[in-house]
């Protein structure tokens, strides 16, 4: 008895999204809500989501693990690449001097790229080494809450 990979794959998004969901990051599926959510005002983490093992087995777990800080970004947002296509292309448009990476991270304020984590700084690391650089950055940037 064959698995029906669509199911399967189904499942997957399914579950990553969840974990973004118990975490306290908005979903933004839409450009139209990329872009009212990127130009808020304030700080703006935004977590680009993939179904590839290190997004499951490192990118997912900082991003949870990382906002429980002093100083944190007063928005969390996620976009979901391979999935929500149009929604990351124009995610994308925002984080100028970047090549696109999934997983990574963009830290936006005003609607303005601050920096990035990208994937080559995630697959192959511990997710401590991740949430360390993430908080690195929200010592940096983020005010505390």
Known sequence: MSMDFNFLMSDVVRQAREEMDHAGYEHLRTPEEVEEAFNRKGVTLVMVNSVCG???GIARPAATHAIHADKRPNHLV???????????????EFFEGYPPSSPSFALLKDGKILTMVERHEIEGHAPMSVINKLQGYFDQYCEEV
């Open 54 to 56: 290190c997004a499951g």
């Open 78 to 92: 996620t976009v979901f690449a391979g999935q929500d296509k149009e929604a990351t292309e124009k995610a994308r």
